[in-house]
């Protein structure tokens, strides 16, 4: 089956995906990471020459060049620091802080995909109430609302912790870092929006898939739903890739982050646990937490599209059904086989809740991460007698 049978003109009613997930794109669009534009018919598009886009550049512009200023600073910090293996944890954990700026750029180039899966999704909307006879009702604009106004709220109380826990509270260099980590939290709700409209579509199919089968007998209504499905099956793995370099790049930033924050933690077992391993712990936790939802959530999406749904029609008695629904029912299957529905990261990797055990695997098998591993605990063992950074004055602690 095609799915390309049948794209209906966008109407401006048919977008409750859209609407339901609106507060998360507005942050995101003030924040300057999504600059797409909603036409009047109810078509989302990209365009290099949009008022969205000129914003979205003045505010990377503008945040770039006041993040540079406190990154020199933080360089120099460095290159004069002597200490503790914490000292020299906390130091680079501010630098690499610095790294969601990325975020911003990788956004702007994926932009075009997101707006395309919008496009999708009112598509889908369209043919699902001529499908189903109703409208797609997924009730998560509340979610979206408390995730939009909370979440900005959390990230900024989190990174003011950090820096009076662990350096002197200046809130000229907190406000930059507070919009770094709103971005990245954002995105991570981004992701769980996108991930919990798949489940909740999925959920609402199968319902109303399996109560269709108990009114009609035609082979025409399970053709329907299986057409429903196969487009839904593509959204799922649309969302993966429409977003894959930002993903990644946060993927792999949150386990650099929960790398820097659990060894300066661990370099202080010895020792006892300071107000300084506070802000440590809080960057760490909060890291987790954001990796374990964005790979549970994808897990959970493609669980509910698949799995969830095969179970559904693998309980269905085909005993009362003519030939043709019966063979329809089988062509259904077989579909839900051959149409994966993981959410892939562009062919990087499958996100699901085995990501954290395939990491740790394939890094504890890793030779050259032995080697890290052994130098960080030479490191963290000899830096209790001594400075670990050369010289044998001390100078003064850069963050008290």
Not at 38 to 67: H, N, Q
Request: glycine share 4%; with cysteine.
């Amino acid at each position: 089956i095609s799915l390309n049978t049948f794209v209906p003109p966008f109407r401006c009613s048919q977008k409750m995906v859209y609407e339901s997930s609106k507060p998360i794109y507005m942050v995101l669009r003030a924040l300057g990471v999504m600059p797409y534009t909603r036409l009047a018919k109810g078509e989302s598009v990209f365009a290099l020459s949009s008022p969205a886009m000129f914003y979205c550049v003045a505010f990377f512009i503008l945040l770039t060049i006041y993040l540079l200023f406190i990154a020199l600073s933080r360089i120099e910090i460095v290159r004069t620091l002597e200490g503790r293996f914490e000292e020299a944890v906390i130091a680079y954990l501010f630098i690499v802080n610095i790294l969601p700026i990325l975020i911003i750029p990788l956004m702007w180039y994926e932009t075009r995909k997101v707006a395309s899966i919008m496009n999708g999704w009112a598509d889908f909307e369209i043919v699902y109430r001529k499908t189903a006879g109703r409208e797609l009702e997924l009730r998560l604009r509340t979610k979206a609302m408390l995730i939009a106004v909370l979440l900005p709220i959390l990230c900024s109380l989190s990174v003011a912790i950090t820096h009076v826990t662990m350096v002197d509270f200046r809130l000229l260099q907190v406000i930059p870092y507070c919009i770094l980590d709103t971005i990245t939290y954002m995105m991570g709700g981004y992701w769980y929006m996108a991930c919990e409209t798949l489940s909740t579509t999925a959920k609402i199919l199968a319902d109303d898939f399996q109560k269709a089968l108990r009114h009609v007998g035609p082979a025409a209504k399970v053709s329907e739903y299986r057409s429903l499905w196969l487009r839904l099956s593509k959204l799922s793995r649309d969302t993966g890739f429409a977003t894959c370099y930002t993903f990644t790049f946060i993927c792999l930033y949150l386990f650099f982050i929960i790398t820097l924050s659990i060894y300066g933690l661990m370099s202080q077992i010895s020792d006892g646990f300071g107000v300084k391993d506070i802000g440590l712990a809080v960057t760490a936790f909060c890291s987790v937490g954001l990796l374990f939802y964005i790979c549970d959530e994808a897990h959970y999406a493609s669980f509910n599209v698949r799995t969830n749904f095969q179970k559904k029609l693998l309980m269905v008695e085909l005993s009362w059904m003519n030939t043709d629904a019966q063979t329809e029912i089988n062509m259904f299957l077989r579909a839900t086989e051959m149409n994966p529905s993981s959410i892939n990261l562009g062919g990087f990797f499958d996100v699901n809740r085995t990501l954290f055990k395939s990491v740790s695997v394939s890094a504890t098998q890793d030779q050259s991460f032995k080697k890290i591993f052994l130098i960080v605990i030479f490191v963290t063992a000899t830096s209790n007698d001594g400075n670990i950074f050369g010289g044998a004055a001390a100078v003064p602690n850069q963050y008290s």
